[in-house]
């Protein structure tokens, strides 16, 4: 799988007091088997089951934290 890493400064908190990440469908696909994962003290990566929205050409990753962590996706052509 490939995946997309992202840093705790790249959350946006919503009006919904959500923080969110955004990503590009063009940059991991349409978001249908995507894995989130969070970076734990020891550097191992964790998954998490996250809120997932799409809006147009975005997905966004949502949790109640900004955390550093990374997005799994299946490869595309």
């Not at 088997?33 to 020891?42: P, T, Y």
């Amino acid at each position: 799988m490939a995946h997309r890493n992202f840093r705790k400064e790249d959350f946006v908190k919503d009006s919904s007091g959500l923080y969110q990440v955004e990503f590009r469908k063009g940059n991991i696909g349409e978001g249908s088997d995507l894995l989130v994962e969070r970076r734990n003290e020891k550097g191992e990566y964790e998954i998490l089951q996250t809120e997932i929205k799409r809006h147009e050409d975005s997905i966004f990753v949502c949790w109640s934290e900004p955390f550093d962590g990374r997005v799994l996706f299946d490869e595309f052509h």
